[in-house]
């Protein structure tokens, strides 16, 4: 019996059937990857991000204060206070690594030189880009050995 190449009934080839079989295997993978993806990102601590993302923000105010000449004691306090306050937070963001002895020590430091900050506020652009410079090598420091 020959059938025409128009006949609908005509049962796909077998190289057809692989293919919509993988077809179908692809989109059920991208449909479950999604599914998963979310579940992850759900499940995902977003407190260090946090602390670390409006540190960041304090850090670029007070960049900011520097380059148009805001360099009052009262311009920069409120962010060098929060900042100090918030470092206190950073050993409990990360407090599957904050055992390890380096990072108590990089985060101990970071808060010295805010308790420094604090104690000797600076009064001028020169002495705030100096502190800032201190406190951001505290942030470098302490990336440089636990940021991925
Ligand atoms: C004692 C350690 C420590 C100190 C101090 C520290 N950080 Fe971090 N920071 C980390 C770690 C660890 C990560 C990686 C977080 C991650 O990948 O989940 C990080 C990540 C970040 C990120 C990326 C956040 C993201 O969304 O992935 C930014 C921005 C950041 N830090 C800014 C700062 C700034 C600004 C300072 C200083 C004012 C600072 N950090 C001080 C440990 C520190």
């Known amino acids: 019996?020959?059938?025409?190449?128009?006949?609908?009934?005509?049962?796909?080839?077998?190289?057809?059937?692989?293919?919509?079989?993988?077809?179908?295997?692809?989109i059920?993978?991208?449909?479950?990857?999604?599914?998963?993806?979310?579940?992850i990102n759900e499940r995902k601590d977003h407190f260090p991000d946090?602390?670390?993302?409006?540190?960041?923000?304090h850090m670029g105010k007070l960049k900011g204060n520097i380059e148009t000449n805001r360099c009052n004691a009262t311009d920069a306090?409120?962010?060098?206070?929060?900042?100090?306050r918030m470092g206190d937070d950073v050993d409990f963001a990360f407090t599957d690594i904050a055992s390890d002895e380096r990072f108590g020590k990089h985060s101990a430091n970071f808060r010295?030189?805010?308790?420094?900050?604090?104690?000797?506020p600076p009064l001028s652009c020169e002495s705030l880009g100096k502190t800032l410079g201190e406190v951001g090598g505290q942030c470098k420091a302490c990336h440089d050995d636990f940021k991925g």
């Open 112 to 120: 010295a030189a805010l308790d420094a900050a604090l104690a000797n």
């Open 50 to 57: 946090s602390v670390m993302t409006v540190m960041a923000w």
């Open 1 to 26: 019996m020959s059938t025409p190449a128009t006949d609908i009934h005509k049962k796909p080839s077998a190289a057809k059937r692989y293919l919509i079989v993988l077809a179908i295997g692809l």
């Open 77 to 84: 306090l409120p962010h060098l206070q929060t900042l100090r």
């Open 28 to 39: 059920l993978g991208a449909i479950a990857s999604v599914f998963a993806m979310r579940a």
